[in-house]
């Protein structure tokens, strides 16, 4: 914080503080002072004349507004991009307003939504105070692979295999389009060599029946269903 006015010719001046906080420049008409606590500084100015004047500026020092963050992470499209809201890396925050940097000094702005993993910082403001914080941003990719579906006629069974599948991705399936079950990562199945996950579907005969497969990537975020 920076105490005083602009400098007067003639005039000398001597700053003091109540509290003993470091007054840089203390003989200059504007130091410069960080106080921990509200702090008085008191100024004396003295004219050519010899007259001796004083004056009080009182410092109070109010609390930044808290932030809680935290690191965010998407599951990038097919061709490899993925978009991300920075205000989702807040957790809570007592500031009024927020604002999302490139840099810890907050001098480039950080376009929001965005696009690029890296580490980004997020500014929490009431007006007065601010805080800032780091966020870091990675992408991961969506696992992948290509489902065959085999009928055989004299048992009136069907298989599903998977192949070209993303390294240690897992899977569970549901009857229908849509993926009904409530598996994880940590409890869905692993795909065996093979890539044969089920070979014993009972399909009536004459019908069609559609089968989801969610394959779940071992981030234990992203996945895939393939009907």
């Known amino acids: 914080t920076t105490l005083g006015i602009d400098a007067v010719a003639g005039i000398n001046y001597e700053w003091s503080s109540s509290s003993g906080t470091v007054i840089s420049a203390a003989n200059s008409a504007r130091p410069t ?18 007259c001796v004047f004083t004056d009080d500026v009182l410092v109070q020092v109010l609390p930044s ?6 690191d965010l ?11 991300i809201n920075l205000a989702n890396g807040v957790v809570s925050t007592t500031g009024s307003s927020l604002s999302y940097w490139l840099n ?11 696009n690029a993993q890296g580490t980004y910082y997020i500014n929490a403001s009431d007006g007065t105070c601010s805080t800032i914080k780091p966020v870091t941003v990675t992408f991961t990719d969506t696992p ?7 009928f055989n ?12 599948v993303t390294s240690n991705a897992r899977y569970d399936y549901s009857l229908g389009n849509t993926y009904t079950g409530n598996k994880t990562y940590a409890s869905a199945s692993v795909i065996p060599g093979s890539g044969i996950i089920v ?4 399909i009536p005969f004459n019908t069609t029946q559609s089968y989801t497969v969610r394959l ?7 996945f895939r269903d393939i009907t």
């Open 104 to 114: 810890a000094a907050a001098s480039i702005a950080a376009p929001n939504p965005l």
């Open 33 to 50: 002072v960080c106080p921990t606590q509200n702090t008085t500084f008191t100024l004396k100015y003295y004219s050519a004349s010899g």
């Open 216 to 222: 779940f990537g071992s981030d234990g975020t992203c």
């Open 73 to 83: 992470s998407a599951c990038q499209n097919d061709n490899g991009t993925a978009t």
């Open 65 to 70: 507004p808290s932030l809680t963050v935290q």
């Open 144 to 150: 992948s692979a290509i489902s065959e579906a085999f």
């Open 153 to 164: 006629c004299d048992t009136q069974t069907g298989t599903i295999r998977l192949t070209n």
């Open 199 to 202: 070979s014993n579907l009972i």
